[in-house]
C-alpha cells in the first residue's frame, strides 16, 4: 500500500486581468441608513447601497466564481474614487467580493429597474492585483432593454 498525500482543497483558477461578465442570481438587497460620525463636530453621513448575489465570469468563461456584488453611492465625507470599483477574493470560501461606485445621481436612476427586476447581465474590467492584494476596477456597466410601445 502507498501513502498519498490528499490535498482536500479545491484548486480554484487565479483571479486574471481583462473583461468579466456578471449575472445578477437573485433579487436585489437595497439598503439605506446614516450614522453619527464624531467630531468636532459631530457629523451625520448618509449610506445608500445594493447587494447582490452573482455568478463572476472570467474572461473566455473560463469559470464561474460564486460572489456578492455591492453598488454603493458615495457619501458627502468620500466623493472620490480612483477606481470604478474593486474585486477582492476571500479567504474562507471560494468567492469573489465585487464592489461598484456609482454616483447618487445614478444610483437614482437605476434603483426602479432594481425594483422592476430589470437587470439582469452585467460587465467590469479588472486590473492586475495592487500592493493591497486586490484587483481594481477600470469600468463596468449594465443595462436593460426599454419595453417597447
Not at 463636530?41 to 469559470?63: C, H, K, N
Not at 457619501?75 to 461598484?100: I, R, Y
Request: charged fraction near 20%; charge should be neutral.
Amino acid at each position: 500500500m502507498t501513502n498519498r498525500k490528499k490535498s482536500n482543497r479545491l484548486q480554484l483558477p487565479p483571479i486574471v486581468a481583462g473583461e468579466w461578465r456578471g449575472e445578477i442570481v437573485g433579487s436585489a438587497n437595497i439598503n439605506f441608513g446614516q450614522v453619527v460620525q464624531p467630531g468636532p463636530p459631530r457629523q451625520p453621513v448618509e449610506f445608500t447601497y445594493v447587494i447582490l448575489s452573482a455568478s463572476l465570469i472570467m474572461p473566455d468563461g473560463a469559470f464561474r466564481w460564486p460572489g456578492v456584488a455591492m453598488i454603493m453611492a458615495p457619501t458627502p465625507m468620500k466623493t472620490e474614487h480612483p477606481d470604478a470599483g474593486v474585486l477582492f477574493q476571500t479567504n474562507e470560501l471560494p468567492s469573489l467580493s465585487l464592489s461598484l461606485h456609482v454616483t447618487r445621481e445614478q444610483f437614482s436612476d437605476m434603483l426602479p429597474r432594481f425594483e422592476a427586476h430589470r437587470f439582469k447581465d452585467f460587465y467590469f474590467t479588472i486590473e492586475e492585483k495592487d500592493a493591497e492584494r486586490r484587483w481594481p476596477v477600470r469600468s463596468w456597466g449594465m443595462g436593460t432593454a426599454l419595453t417597447t410601445y
